[in-house]
């Protein structure tokens, strides 16, 4: 079964989500470097979480690339928490209104891409299995 061009689409969109995760770790490090860290236990936590969900994104953006179930799923369920995200950054005492619209505009475009590939998956399994 090959890939839909929404699929690809999506892809490219949750690679580079997972690209600037690696890049905010990467801040991260220089941070702790510099001793801009009220503590060093809860930037390692928030180090290692932040790696871990680099490498999820990266891996599912490769599955759906690829045109796996499982990519699709995690990336949807990636798009809600960093719409979450998007929400926390845009409301509260700290609140940014334009870093949470640069968050939230990709991850709902995503989200809509990987929904279209799913459904475009489940049509091309069923035309398949109608064709056997």
């Given at each position: 079964?090959?890939?839909?061009?929404?699929?690809?689409?999506?892809?490219?969109?949750v690679g580079l989500e997972g690209l600037a995760l690696a890049a905010l770790a990467v801040w991260q490090v220089v941070a702790m470097a510099q001793g801009d860290t009220g503590s060093i236990e809860s930037a390692i936590a928030l180090l290692?979480?932040?790696?871990?969900?680099?490498?999820?994104?990266l891996a599912f953006a490769v599955a759906v690339w690829r045109a796996r179930s499982w990519g699709r799923s995690g990336g949807i369920v990636a798009q809600v928490l960093i719409l979450a995200v998007a929400l926390g950054a845009a409301t509260g005492d700290y609140a940014h209104p334009l870093i949470a619209l640069a968050i939230a505009v990709p991850a709902i475009v995503a989200l809509v891409l990987l929904i279209l590939a799913a459904r475009a998956a489940g049509r091309a399994k069923t035309e398949a299995s109608d064709a056997s």
């Amino acid at each position: 079964m090959g890939t839909n061009t929404p699929a690809r689409i999506a892809a490219v969109l949750v690679g580079l989500e997972g690209l600037a995760l690696a890049a905010l770790a990467v801040w991260q490090v220089v941070a702790m470097a510099q001793g801009d860290t009220g503590s060093i236990e809860s930037a390692i936590a928030l180090l290692v979480l932040t790696v871990v969900g680099a490498a999820a994104l990266l891996a599912f953006a490769v599955a759906v690339w690829r045109a796996r179930s499982w990519g699709r799923s995690g990336g949807i369920v990636a798009q809600v928490l960093i719409l979450a995200v998007a929400l926390g950054a845009a409301t509260g005492d700290y609140a940014h209104p334009l870093i949470a619209l640069a968050i939230a505009v990709p991850a709902i475009v995503a989200l809509v891409l990987l929904i279209l590939a799913a459904r475009a998956a489940g049509r091309a399994k069923t035309e398949a299995s109608d064709a056997s």
